[in-house]
């Protein structure tokens, strides 16, 4: 594709996309958005790379990511909020488990569709839903950076009625420092209703996450008055292997 605006080629048998700004406007960022999508709507793999050539340098506020032309592709994009349905459509055409951008390695693989939602998920709460479909998806054995977002999305959304069910579904490996927000008012509440269901080892994660495990959960739970010592109870033996 090529036009005044921007040109992009892609070559299928090293799996990478270049993409040329030649001018910085929203729109030539929509149009490589819907070229990239469309690419991978007719097959084209999803463990690829884009090569940027564009003056801009943005990044998303999120530690741990590999600085590559790929992440600064959609940082950039980030920045014309006219364009977040289309980066959200391309995140649900590239999400595929197992896959991950050519350009990152180690502790900084990520599933193609990561920047576009981790970039979504920390400016709009509207994409929580997108967020939670990637974290169904994220291989967490063979990737971590999702743990760094998870970080960064409690920094920027708090702890609240709307994040708890989104967080239960970031259970990363990383302790968050969440307790005291997460002690608050109904919230160990709506957390017990989240986490109802799940298998034990599942709620026992994120129970390590946030308190550092079953035990120091109770000891909490002991010293609590009324409703929150009885939620608290409850997920500590939601905790536990009955």
């Known amino acids: 594709m090529r036009d005044e605006m921007v040109?992009?080629?892609?070559?299928?048998?090293?799996?990478?996309?270049?993409?040329?700004?030649?001018?910085?406007?929203?729109?030539?960022?929509?149009?490589a958005l819907r070229f990239l999508t469309r690419l991978f709507n007719l097959g084209f793999p999803k463990s690829y790379q884009i090569k940027l050539k564009s003056p801009v340098k943005q990044w998303l506020p999120i530690?741990?990511?590999?600085?590559?032309?790929?992440?600064?592709?959609?940082?950039?994009?980030?920045?014309?909020?006219?364009?977040?349905?289309?980066?959200?459509?391309?995140?649900?055409?590239?999400?595929?488990?197992?896959?991950?951008?050519?350009?990152t390695e180690g502790d900084k693989n990520c599933m193609p569709g990561s920047y576009a939602v981790?970039?979504?998920?920390?400016?709009?709460?509207?994409?929580?839903?997108?967020?939670?479909?990637?974290?169904?998806?994220?291989?967490?054995?063979?990737q971590s950076v999702q743990n760094h977002f998870t970080i960064a999305f409690t920094e920027r959304h708090g702890?609240?009625?709307?994040?708890?069910?989104?967080?239960v579904k970031c259970n990363d490996s990383m302790k968050l420092?969440?307790?005291?927000?997460?002690?608050?008012?109904?919230?160990?509440?709506?957390?017990?209703?989240?986490?109802?269901?799940?298998?034990?080892?599942?709620?026992?994660?994120?129970?390590y996450l946030i308190w550092g495990g079953t035990d120091k959960l109770k000891k909490i739970a002991a010293k609590a008055e009324g409703e929150r010592a009885q939620w608290l109870t409850d997920l500590a033996e939601a905790a536990c292997r009955k």
């Open 177 to 207: 420092k969440i307790q005291s927000d997460m002690e608050h008012g109904l919230n160990v509440r709506l957390l017990l209703d989240q986490v109802r269901g799940l298998p034990y080892y599942q709620v026992g994660r994120i129970v």
């Open 118 to 142: 981790f970039g979504l998920g920390l400016r709009d709460t509207t994409f929580l839903p997108l967020v939670g479909e990637y974290m169904g998806k994220v291989d967490d054995e063979h």
């Open 159 to 167: 702890v609240n009625i709307e994040t708890i069910p989104t967080l």
């Open 7 to 31: 040109e992009c080629t892609a070559n299928d048998v090293f799996a990478e996309i270049s993409i040329a700004i030649k001018q910085e406007t929203g729109e030539s960022y929509a149009r």
């Open 63 to 103: 530690k741990g990511l590999a600085k590559s032309g790929t992440h600064r592709f959609f940082a950039n994009a980030l920045e014309y909020p006219d364009l977040y349905p289309f980066m959200e459509e391309y995140a649900k055409a590239a999400m595929e488990p197992f896959e991950w951008y050519a350009d």
